[in-house]
């Protein structure tokens, strides 16, 4: 049953720009903002920087190129650079399925947007905004000081669940027209692994059917571990990290399903760390479940309705758009939601092999008005929850496509701040120059 909550906040005023949410999007746009002038403040609901790639665990980068030259450059290239320098066993000419030691990555997001003049706001959750005449004039935060508001002139959603423009009551589709999406994943990390057999023996991955993981699947002893989905690459010494395992019908926007979900994420990484012991000894059998992560991976919920939606033909074309903010190569990689695999598994459902992946040198751009939300003048979204549809969302959903997005949005929000302009009146030609100055790759 609804109730009326009434009481007096105190009203920050400081702020120019404003970023909801400090994982890789909300760090390019916070940095990109602050270095083109605007007073800056990204507001985090966790304790780090980085989202996916530091406190959620992901142990490697997807690809940086387009297989001739990286083409997520940029702030993206700037954190992927001086992270391969930080890891002394990682070739320096590495560009695609890099690992990623997360310690190492949270610093250099601090000392990033530090360094560019960002103020973050730790442990500090958005709970509210003040929306009219499609203007958000400020949000409310929830942290240790209680509830206060923050205006400013432009603010940019790097939520992962466009939870702003949700708040503001604007338009979003949510996963397949019956609202499934994909599975997600509590990705985990094993020490005092024996790198030697890890380097010999056999590939865990779920494309190689002879790999140990699906003697785990087969052994009734760890019925958590369901499928041979086991990305994993070797972050540090003796250390393996492990985007592993599927947890189903878990919503993003269900706070009691995804809490749910993290208990239900570590036993499964106990039992898949069991079971590699059982079934690979050689490589694990000393080995320690040191970590899990402290986020979940969510791969999918809130797509906003923009001003322009990416479609799955545009993919197909390689289409180039004359507002371009960056391009995008990564194949699109959907994880099966429930129904979706029970049909795969009768042979009904062939998702996975449906979508041809890109040629050396091919790319498609990302126009800026996927970045747009309908009805709102100062506000852009970046990450993955830009205006797309469905099987594009599980192209551009991934951390080199997110920091490329959120240095546009960073950019513009800046601009527009700068000039008294709200987001779509911006000179896209400027815009564009800018992004090209301060190393995007465009088209």
């Known amino acids: 049953m609804p109730i009326t909550f009434t009481r007096s906040i105190n009203l920050n005023s400081d702020y120019d720009v404003i970023i ?105 959750f958005v709970c ?74 056999p590939e865990l991955h779920s494309s190689f059917r002879d790999c140990p993981v699906y003697d785990i699947v087969r052994s009734e002893k760890y019925p958590l571990v369901t499928d041979g989905h086991s990305c994993n690459s070797l972050i540090g010494p003796r250390t393996v990290g492990f985007n592993a395992g599927h947890l189903w019908d878990v919503h993003a926007n269900d706070q009691l399903g995804v809490s749910k979900a993290l208990i239900q994420g570590r036993r499964l ?10 079934f690979y000894p050689k490589a694990y059998a000393a080995s320690f ?22 479609t799955l033909e545009d993919y197909i074309t390689r289409r180039s ?15 099966l939601a429930a129904n979706e695999r029970e049909k795969s598994n009768k042979g009904q459902f062939d998702i996975e092999h449906r979508y041809e992946s890109y040629g050396p040198g091919e790319s498609h751009g990302i126009p800026f008005r996927c970045l747009l939300p309908q009805k709102a003048k100062n506000l852009l979204v970046a990450g993955r929850t830009i205006s797309c549809d469905r099987p594009v969302q599980a192209s551009i ?24 302009q709200d987001t779509k009146s911006l000179d896209i030609t400027k815009l564009r120059a800018k992004l090209s100055k301060d190393g995007a790759y465009l088209l």
């Open 20 to 124: 909801a949410g400090g994982g890789p999007a909300g760090c390019a746009a916070a940095t990109a903002s602050a270095r083109a002038g605007a007073k800056t403040l990204i507001i985090e609901t966790a304790s780090a920087l980085g989202g996916m790639g530091t406190i959620g665990l992901i142990p490697a980068w997807c690809p940086f190129s387009d297989g001739e030259k990286i083409i997520y450059s940029g702030i993206a290239q700037e954190i992927f650079e001086s992270l391969k320098s930080h890891m002394p066993h990682i070739s320096q000419t590495e560009t695609d399925w890099v690992p990623i030691d997360p310690e190492a990555l949270k610093r250099l997001y601090d000392d990033l947007v530090e360094s560019a003049g960002v103020d973050v706001l730790f442990n500090t």
């Open 128 to 201: 509210g905004v003040e929306f009219s005449d499609e203007v958000l004039h400020n949000v409310v935060v929830s942290n240790k000081a209680g509830l206060s508001a923050y205006e400013a002139k432009i603010f940019v959603d790097c939520t992962g669940d466009a939870d702003i423009a949700a708040l503001c009551g604007l338009g979003f589709r949510y996963g397949t027209t019956s609202g499934d999406v994909q599975p997600i994943t509590h990705c985990f990390q094993l020490t005092n692994v024996d790198e030697y057999a890890y380097h010999s023996g």
């Open 269 to 278: 990484a106990h039992q898949f760390h069991q079971g590699l012991k059982e």
């Open 289 to 310: 479940l040191s970590a899990t992560a402290s986020v979940m991976g969510i791969r999918e919920s809130r797509r906003i309705i923009g001003e322009y939606e990416l």
């Open 321 to 335: 758009f004359s507002d371009g903010i960056g391009r995008n190569c990564y194949f699109i990689d959907i994880h």
């Open 397 to 420: 959903r991934v951390m080199p496509v997110c920091l490329v997005t959120g240095q546009a949005a960073g950019t513009a929000a800046a601009m527009a701040a700068n000039n008294g």
